[in-house]
């Protein structure tokens, strides 16, 4: 099965963006790329997800390559509260419905 | 409104042992969802229920594994002759309307099950 590829780790600066980098490169026809993110102990959350365009929530900004092949989850803004691990997740329809996840990337946000 | 629950937070069991999760969904959410979370891996998806019945059950690893759902709220996932493998958080989530038309949308998760398989 096709997956996702992140990065394992990231640094980011506090209140600066945090792009966080999704290789998605088997992605096809009407497969979305979602994102989640999992605080310690907590359950995953929904950020973002988009198809084709780049997407922009009060959470964050999607920006999907045009050959759809990666994606950059973009946090505008970063905060101590956003250190997570985050997923990024290739939604395949090809006749099931079946989540992808891969191992995510460990945010750090630093002070 | 509450969120979703799931029982036990913590279950411990012995090899060969069988074991049921339960999950409450929030209110009026027609889709419900199992994942499983191993230690260092990633989401691991399960299965689907969109109200009780399951399209997909491909994503559940083996036989020993079953779910149901029924009256289109609780869902019970239960763990026939549990085997070391199979420790892991067991996480369930559900949605609104669920997948129609191949379109996602936003799962709400519970604070999962933390199965130990000794």
């Known amino acids: 099965d096709a997956k996702t590829t992140q990065p394992p780790s990231m640094d980011c600066a506090e209140g600066r963006a945090a792009n966080l980098p999704c290789n998605h490169s088997?992605?096809?026809?009407?497969?979305?790329v979602y994102w989640y993110r999992q605080i310690h102990s907590q359950g995953p959350q929904y950020i973002i997800h988009?198809?084709?365009n780049n997407e922009t929530n009060e959470m964050a900004s999607l920006i999907i390559t045009e050959d759809r092949k990666s994606s950059t989850l973009i946090l505008p803004h970063a905060t101590l509260r956003d250190t997570a691990v985050y997923y990024c997740?290739?939604?395949?329809?090809?006749?099931?419905?079946?989540?992808?996840f891969g191992t995510g990337t460990r945010l750090k946000v630093l002070a | 409104g509450a969120g979703v629950s799931q029982s036990p937070s913590n279950k411990v069991t012995e090899k060969g042992k069988d074991v049921e999760l339960r999950c409450d969904p929030i209110?009026?959410?027609?889709?419900l969802y199992w994942y499983r979370q191993s230690l260092g891996q990633g989401l691991e998806f399960l299965i689907y229920?969109?109200?009780?019945?399951?399209?997909?059950k491909s994503g559940l690893p083996s036989d020993r594994f079953s779910a149901e759902r029924t009256g289109g709220s609780v869902s019970t996932l239960t763990i026939q002759r549990t085997q070391q493998e199979d420790s892991a958080v067991y996480l369930c989530?559900?949605?609104?309307?669920?997948?129609?038309?191949?379109?996602?949308?936003?799962?709400?998760f519970g604070p999962g099950t933390r199965l130990l398989v000794l």
């Open positions: 988009g198809l084709k």
């Open positions: 088997t992605i096809s026809g009407n497969e979305y």
């Open positions: 229920f969109q109200g009780n019945s399951a399209p997909d």
């Open positions: 997740i290739a939604f395949f329809t090809s006749g099931t419905y079946k989540y992808i």
């Open positions: 209110s009026g959410h027609t889709a």
């Open positions: 989530a559900s949605s609104r309307r669920g997948l129609i038309a191949g379109v996602g949308e936003t799962q709400y």
